[in-house]
């Protein structure tokens, strides 16, 4: 029996299988031929094993392997075992469970697994890069390696562990490794720390067993003295890509660009990819689709109001590229393929002052708190609309879980005045600050597209294929939706549900 079987992803509203190599889970296709409803779209997973800690995608015939921490929390000493998620469509998936396992004595290197990476050498060997991480330790981190004849089972191989005495051995972490045909060896990027500032190590080896230091690859260039974690560096329409995510103060992923593999990396006057509910983002791409993988946090005491914590439910993605060579994160078309069937609107609730048509399109009036109000899905929905007719001091847009007052204490807010796109975990949308948010000229357009994915307590807001918001909204599922303004005269045209 698969780890697939044995072990079940949630799915929203529910529960669900892992989609993938089963007899049993393989039942998309076959339900279709025969009329009959699809399995469950599972478009944030997490599996009962744990939460999605930082992932390592890796692309291979036709097939997205996910890496990725698992976050049991289950107070062990040993933590963080390497689990793999594979995908097609990006709304199933199959579980294969732990495939690379922490040491269970405390006294060995990895008794904790960090952050590293997959990859096949030119025999058609896989590796798997990993950071060995303990708390005990001095060093603390260290880069660890392991083979496998398979995605799925790898050895460890001790005698090639390594630290560099020229950076920071306690912060020396997240390789990524891939090979580089024109100079005929493989590369190694590695997060560190040198000089007290933030830096990315380059090594290169012909045997990916001995490494060679060749110094700072790249270094932060915000001003805060970062560690850039999780990077990944890969080649996308001529162009190179260097992403990573600050470990502090935002904690958002960001991504620089160069037309050659050495650099320089110039920072993109908008470098980043979403908001602080996206963190620990890796670039990899099918070779025709660029896509970015990352996860949504949990909230601290799983409480919607709360701050974020570490590890939750894995989102994906997709990437477009821009004439400019810069990259804005665009609704993946799997996904919108997948749901794709038109649910009717019903309002439950609605200020007298606004005007619905009965299908698709809401007038607001410019007075108060007004709202229309719709009933809950339990299940993965993509919610469509075009915004117009808006001022430039405005404020709109979607909310879940209303008081009883029918004000949304989960809400996603264009705020046209700052020129940010806002998520707020309050009712008090004046009173308190937005627990995310993207910068975007707002004022400087005639409309606004919108799409928001739902699924499983998490929600990813996508604007005009320019940006995406992601969130944590536990109660947003099994409770009442609402669109919204704030004293606009916005019109909601084209307002549509799909499943």
Not at 323 to 333: F, K
Request: glycine share 8%.
């Amino acid at each position: 029996m698969t780890a697939g079987l044995l072990l079940l992803l949630s799915a929203c509203g529910q529960a669900g299988n892992a989609a993938g190599g089963t007899a049993e889970q393989k039942t998309d296709t076959a339900a279709q031929e025969q009329g009959e409803e699809q399995e469950e779209a599972a478009l944030f997973p997490m599996t009962f094993d744990g939460y999605v800690g930082d992932t390592m995608p890796y692309f291979e015939d036709g097939r997205m392997n996910i890496y990725y921490l698992l976050d049991q929390r289950d107070g062990k000493t040993g933590y963080h075992p390497w689990a793999l998620l594979q995908t097609e469509d990006y709304c199933t998936y199959e579980n294969k469970g732990i495939v690379l396992p922490y040491a269970e004595s405390a006294m060995e290197q990895d008794n904790a697994l960090g952050t590293g990476c997959v990859m096949k050498d030119q025999e058609g060997k896989y590796h798997a890069f990993f950071t060995g991480h303990n708390d005990y330790y001095e060093p603390a981190e260290a880069i660890m390696h392991a083979e496998g004849t398979d995605l799925e089972h790898f050895t460890k191989i001790p005698e090639d562990t390594f630290t560099d005495e020229n950076y920071s051995t306690n912060d020396f972490r997240d390789p990524y490794v891939f090979y580089v045909p024109e100079e005929q060896c493989y590369w190694m990027l590695v997060v560190t720390r040198k000089d007290k500032n933030g830096v990315i190590a380059r090594y290169t080896s012909t045997d990916l067993h001995k490494w060679k230091d060749e110094g700072v690859f790249f270094e932060d260039d915000m001003g805060y003295s970062t560690n850039m974690e999780c990077p990944s560096l890969l080649q996308f329409g001529g162009k190179w890509y260097l992403a990573f995510s600050d470990q502090w103060p935002d904690r958002v992923v960001h991504f620089r660009v160069s037309d050659n593999i050495h650099g320089p990396f110039t920072r993109p006057e908008k470098d980043t990819i979403d908001g602080n509910g996206f963190y620990a983002g890796r670039l990899e791409t099918d070779g025709e689709h660029l896509y970015v993988v990352g996860w949504n946090g949990t909230k601290i005491g799983h409480d919607d109001m709360n701050d974020y914590d570490w590890a939750g439910n894995m989102v994906v993605h997709q990437l477009a590229q821009k004439e400019d060579g810069s990259l804005v994160p665009v609704v993946n078309e799997k996904v919108k393929a997948r749901l794709s069937h038109e649910a009717a609107l019903s309002p439950l609730a609605i200020t007298e002052t606004v005007s619905f048509d009965g299908k698709n399109k809401v007038q607001f009036s410019g007075k108060d708190y007004e709202l229309v109000q719709f009933e809950p899905y339990e299940t993965a929905v993509r919610i469509e609309a075009d915004l117009t007719g808006y001022g430039k001091e405005d404020m709109f847009g979607i909310s879940f879980a209303p008081n009883s007052e029918n004000v949304g204490a989960l809400s996603y807010v264009f705020n046209v005045k700052e020129g940010r796109v806002e998520f707020y975990n309050t009712t008090k949308l004046f009173e308190e600050d937005a627990q995310s948010f993207m910068e975007m000229d707002l004022a400087g357009r005639d409309s606004i597209h919108m799409t928001l994915l739902l699924c499983d307590g998490v929600a990813s807001l996508y604007v005009d294929d320019e940006i995406a918001l992601t969130a944590r909204m536990y109660r947003s599922q099994g409770t009442d939706w609402q669109l919204f303004s704030l004293r606009s005269g916005v019109t909601m045209e084209n307002v549509t549900v799909y499943q």
